[in-house]
């Protein structure tokens, strides 16, 4: 489980194909405190840590997850926000988040403000997911609030720390981002779909 505040943002390091999978090599400041068989949400894809270096971790994504996901868009350079699971004994900053993306999403307006930054992103609602106005959703990892929201998209507003400590500040207009909707709000939308 996962809370959506990123602990800090790693660096693709190296990419390699094995079949339908994909090992992803990442340096980041916490790389070196990880173990092997941890959770550790990548672009708020929860992977498991495989092999460990000095400053680097690898994980490994299955077809399933590259489907779902905007992983299999990941380059060498790329930036990639981390955070690794909640301690039972913390306080839940964000929400809470499972690190199962539901979908993804295509950004369509990035707007910079005097101080802050609007994006606004579209997705597919034919797969029933849903957001509301002033709650919460996981985009890319981060826990962010919803503003203006529709049937097939919602709006974010950034703050400064959140955009220099993010890869939000990569995020264009027609990336790819991951979304992983509230859990009470799925459970909700569940229920009220049975007769």
Request: proline share 1%; with cysteine.
């Amino acid at each position: 489980m996962f809370t959506g505040i990123i602990e800090t943002l790693g660096t693709v390091q190296n990419i390699q194909k094995e079949g339908d999978n994909i090992h992803f090599t990442i340096a980041s400041t916490i790389s070196n405190e990880l173990k092997i068989d941890q959770s550790v949400a990548h672009n708020g894809v929860c992977l498991t840590v495989v092999k460990l270096d000095e400053h680097t971790h690898t994980v490994t994504a299955i077809d399933e997850t590259l489907q779902k996901t905007n992983l299999g868009h990941l380059v060498v350079g790329a930036k990639v926000n981390l955070e690794r699971c909640m301690q039972m004994n913390a306080r839940l900053d964000g929400h809470i988040v499972q690190g199962h993306v539901d979908q993804t999403a295509t950004c369509v307006l990035v707007n910079e403000l005097d101080g802050s930054w609007e994006y606004r992103f579209k997705y597919d609602a034919s797969k029933g997911n849903v957001t509301v106005e002033k709650g919460s959703a996981c985009v890319n990892g981060i826990s962010l609030t919803v503003v203006n929201s529709a049937d097939d998209g919602f709006s974010v507003f950034i703050i400064p720390y959140t955009h220099e400590h993010t890869n939000l500040q990569d995020v264009k207009v027609g990336d790819t981002v991951n979304l992983e909707f509230d859990i009470i709000g799925k459970y909700v939308a569940r229920l009220m779909g049975r007769n």
